[in-house]
C-alpha cells in the first residue's frame, strides 16, 4: 500500500470514529433530557439512601425539589438526610419553615438530633472559656424538655433522650448526677448502649467505681469494636486507665501496647498525596507513657515523650506531658518552661495550668499559687483534677502536724541500755504566702550505767520560703535539769538548680549531741553544711561537712559522703544501691562520751521500696534498708558493721500518714561490739 492509500484509509477511519462518538453522545443527550417521573426520582433517593449513598440521595432529592418545589415527601426526605448527614439543625430549619407544619413526634424526633448533636459539641471548644459548661448545660436542659413530653407517641424519643443525658452530663463535668442516673436506670434493667456506655464509665472512674467502669468499657466494645470517630477517644485508653486504678497493671499494659502496635503511624488520605500523621497512633503512644509514669517508670515515661515531642514539637498535649514528666523527676525549673510552651500552643489548657502550679509550689514559690488556681477554676470549675488540686492546696498551706517517736534497746555509748526519743512540730497556716510559725517539742532520755538522763525542749520557730529557698530559725529553752541552755537554731536550703542544692544548719545547743555528755552538763554548738548533686529520681549524690565545739573544749570534725544509684524499677517498684564513706575528729578523745581520735567508715548501701496497696488516696507502702561495711577507729581493731530497717507507711487518704519501723544496728565502739534495736513510728497530717 502507497503511503497516500495509507493516509486516507486513516482519515476514513478517524471520520467514522468521530461520527460514532457523535452518534453515541446524541443518544446519551437524548437519554438525559428524557423526562422522568417525579415518582421514579424519590425511588432512586429511596435506593441511595438504603445502599448508604446519602450524598448522592440528596443530590437526587434536591432536583426534586428544583422542579417540584412544595413537594412534602422530597422535603421530608430531604431534612431525613441532611439529619443523617449531620445537618441536623438545617433539616430542622428547614422543617420549620414548610407551609404545613410537621407532625409533632417528627418535630421532636428532628429536635432529638439536634440536641444530640449539641453533645458532640461538647467536645469542642467552648464559645466563651470563661463559661466553660455553657454548650453541655444547653445540651442538657434541651433533653429535659424532650423527656418532660409525656404524649404516649413520645416515649421512644424520650427514651432515647435518658440515654444521650447520660453522655450529655459526663460532658459537663456532672459525674455524680451521671452515675446516679445510670444507677437508678440499671435498677429499673434499662439497658445503656456501647456510645453511653463509655462517657457512664469515666462518670464512675471519677466516683472511683473502677470495676464497674472496667466492665461497662469492656461490654461497649465488644458491642461496637471499632472502627470508631476519628473525633472519639478509642475506648481502650479509658480501659486502660480502668484497669490501672482497679490494680491490673499488667492487663492495663497489654491494652494499651497493644492498642499502640496496632495503629499504624501514618493514613492515607483521599485529600493529599502524601500520608497525614495517624493521630489515634500519637494518642496510644501517649497514654502507653504516661501509664508507665503512673506507675513509677519515670525514666522510660520520659524517654518516650522526649522522642515524641521531638517528632512533633507543635503537639501541645504531648509538650505538656513531658513537663509533667519533668516536675515527676524532680526538674521544676525545667519543667515550667516546658509548661510554658505547651500554654502557647493551647491557650486554654488546664492541665499546662494545674502543672505550673505544681511547679511553683515544689519551688515554694507560693505568691502565685492561689490567683493561678482561682483563675483554672474559672475555667475548668467541674474538673475533678481542679477540685483537687484546690483540696491539696489547701492542705499544703494550711496546718501542719508532725510527730516522730523512736524506742531503742542495747548497748550503746551514746544510748545506753534504753533510750527514747519524740519529736513533735505544729505549723500554722502560711502567712502572707512566706512564713509559718512553728511550736517545737522535743524530749529525749536514755537508761545509762551511771543514770538516767533526759534532754527536754519547747519552743517556737520561725520558717520562711521563697523561690528555690526555706530558712528557719528557732528558740528551744531547756526544761531539764542537766542543760540549762537555750538552744537557738538557724537554717536554710536553697536549690541553685534542678541538680544542685546547699543546706546549712547551725545550733547553740546541738539535739546530736550524745545524751551521755548531755547526762555530765555538756552541750555544743554545732554547724552542718552539705551540698546535694541529684541528676534524677535515679542518681543522687550527697556530701556533708560536720563542726561541733563542745563546751568542754573538745572540737570535733566530721564529713560524710553518700552515692545512692537506682539499679532496678519495676511497676510500683524500685531497687537502689549505693556507697557511704564517713570520717571524724576530735581533739579531746578522753571524754565521758564516745569522740575517738580519728575513725572511718565504709558500707555498701541497699534499698527497695515497693507499693503494696493503691485505690486512689488510699497507699500502703513498705521499704527495706540494709547497710554492710567496716568501722576503723585509731588504737582500735578494724571490724565489720552492718545495720537493717523494715518500714512500711499507710496512708488512709490524702494529707494523712501513719508509719512504722524496725531496726537494727551492730558496730564496734572503743573495741567492744555495741549493738542496738530500735523502734521507730511517725504520723503526719496536712501536706
Known amino acids: 500500500m502507497s503511503v497516500r492509500s495509507g493516509m486516507h484509509a486513516t482519515g476514513l477511519a478517524v471520520a467514522i470514529s468521530v461520527a460514532l462518538l457523535s452518534t453515541a453522545g446524541a443518544v446519551r443527550a437524548t437519554q438525559v433530557r428524557e423526562p422522568v417521573s417525579r415518582d421514579e426520582l424519590l425511588r432512586r433517593v429511596a435506593d441511595e439512601r438504603a445502599a448508604g449513598r446519602r450524598f448522592d ?20 426526605l430531604e431534612a431525613s438526610l441532611l439529619a443523617e448527614l449531620g445537618g441536623s439543625v438545617r433539616a430542622e430549619e428547614l422543617a420549620r419553615n414548610e407551609r404545613s407544619p410537621r407532625e409533632a413526634v417528627t418535630m421532636q424526633r428532628l429536635r432529638a438530633d439536634v440536641v444530640a448533636h449539641e453533645i458532640r459539641w461538647a467536645d469542642a471548644e467552648p464559645v466563651n472559656p470563661r463559661v466553660p459548661y455553657a454548650e453541655p448545660d444547653a445540651a442538657v436542659a434541651d433533653l429535659d424538655r424532650l423527656i418532660a413530653d409525656k404524649r404516649p407517641d413520645m416515649q421512644d424519643i424520650a427514651a432515647r433522650a435518658r440515654i444521650d443525658r447520660l453522655v450529655a452530663l ?36 471519677q466516683r472511683h467505681r473502677p470495676q464497674e467502669a472496667v466492665s461497662l468499657l469492656e461490654d461497649s ?51 493529599t498525596p502524601t500520608p497525614i500523621q495517624n493521630s489515634r497512633k500519637v494518642d ?47 526538674w521544676p525549673r525545667q519543667a515550667s518552661d516546658t509548661l510554658a510552651i505547651a500554654g502557647t500552643l493551647d491557650t486554654n489548657d488546664t492541665g499546662v495550668d494545674l502543672g505550673l502550679i505544681n511547679a511553683n509550689r515544689t519551688l515554694n514559690d507560693y505568691a502565685s499559687v492561689e490567683p493561678s488556681l482561682r483563675n483554672t477554676e474559672t475555667l475548668a470549675p467541674r474538673s475533678n483534677r481542679v477540685k483537687e488540686e484546690r483540696l491539696s ?8 502536724f508532725d510527730i516522730t517517736h523512736a524506742n531503742g534497746s542495747g548497748s550503746s555509748p551514746d544510748y545506753g541500755d534504753r533510750d527514747a526519743e519524740t519529736e513533735a512540730t505544729i505549723a500554722s497556716p502560711l502567712i502572707d504566702d512566706h512564713w509559718r510559725v512553728l511550736g517545737i517539742a522535743r524530749y ?26 526555706e530558712a528557719y530559725v528557732q528558740a528551744l529553752p531547756s526544761t531539764d535539769r542537766f542543760v540549762g541552755r537555750t538552744a537557738i537554731e538557724a537554717g536554710a536550703k536553697y536549690a541553685i538548680s534542678d541538680h544542685w542544692t546547699v543546706a546549712a544548719d547551725w545550733s547553740s545547743a546541738g539535739s546530736d549531741v550524745p545524751l551521755r555528755a548531755q547526762y555530765y552538763g555538756i552541750s555544743a554548738k554545732t554547724l552542718d553544711t552539705s551540698v546535694i548533686w541529684r541528676a534524677s529520681e535515679l ?6 561537712a560536720s563542726r561541733g565545739r563542745f563546751s568542754d573544749n573538745n572540737k570535733r570534725n ?19 544501691g549505693g556507697l557511704e564513706l564517713g570520717g571524724s575528729r576530735n581533739t579531746l578523745p578522753d571524754r565521758p562520751y564516745f569522740n575517738p581520735r580519728h575513725d572511718t567508715s565504709w558500707a555498701v548501701t541497699g534499698r527497695l521500696e515497693n507499693l503494696l496497696h493503691q485505690f486512689y488516696d488510699r497507699t500502703w507502702r513498705q521499704r527495706i534498708d540494709v547497710a554492710v561495711g567496716q568501722y576503723a577507729q585509731r588504737g582500735y581493731a578494724t571490724g565489720w558493721q552492718a545495720s537493717a530497717r523494715y518500714g512500711q507507711t499507710f496512708e488512709p487518704r490524702a494529707g494523712l500518714s501513719f508509719g512504722w519501723g524496725v531496726g537494727w544496728h551492730n558496730q564496734p565502739y572503743d573495741g567492744k561490739r555495741e549493738s542496738r534495736v530500735v523502734l521507730d513510728l511517725t504520723m503526719h497530717w496536712g501536706e
Open 558 to 576: 566530721a564529713w560524710q559522703a553518700a552515692l545512692v544509684q537506682r539499679v532496678y524499677t519495676a511497676p510500683y517498684l524500685t531497687l537502689d
Open 221 to 271: 466494645i465488644r458491642q461496637d469494636p471499632g472502627p470508631y470517630d476519628p473525633v472519639e477517644t478509642d475506648p481502650h485508653i479509658p480501659l486502660m486507665y480502668a484497669y490501672m486504678e482497679s490494680n491490673r497493671t499488667s492487663k492495663a499494659f497489654e491494652t494499651i501496647d497493644t492498642l499502640a502496635e496496632r495503629e499504624p503511624l501514618w493514613i492515607r488520605s483521599p485529600v
Open 57 to 76: 440521595a440528596l443530590k437526587i432529592c434536591e432536583d426534586v425539589l428544583a422542579r417540584w418545589p412544595d413537594d412534602r415527601d422530597a422535603r421530608t
Open 284 to 330: 496510644a503512644d501517649l497514654n502507653a507513657a504516661l501509664l508507665r509514669e503512673y506507675v513509677g517508670l519515670l525514666d522510660e515515661a520520659h524517654r518516650r515523650l522526649v522522642l515524641m515531642s521531638d517528632e512533633a514539637p507543635a503537639n501541645a498535649a504531648i509538650r505538656r506531658e513531658l513537663g509533667l514528666s519533668e516536675l515527676s523527676r524532680g
Open 393 to 400: 492546696w489547701e492542705r499544703e498551706r494550711g496546718w501542719q
Open 170 to 205: 459526663d460532658k459537663a463535668g456532672r459525674a455524680d448526677e451521671a452515675v446516679s442516673v445510670y444507677d437508678e436506670m440499671r435498677a429499673n434493667h434499662v439497658t445503656v448502649p456501647a456510645y453511653a456506655q463509655r462517657p457512664v464509665a469515666d462518670a464512675l472512674l
Open 539 to 544: 542518681t543522687q549524690v550527697k556530701f556533708t
Open 444 to 469: 529525749a532520755s536514755a537508761a545509762l550505767p551511771e543514770g538516767d538522763v533526759r534532754r527536754e525542749r519547747v519552743g517556737l520557730g520561725l520558717r520562711g520560703y521563697a523561690r528555690g529557698l
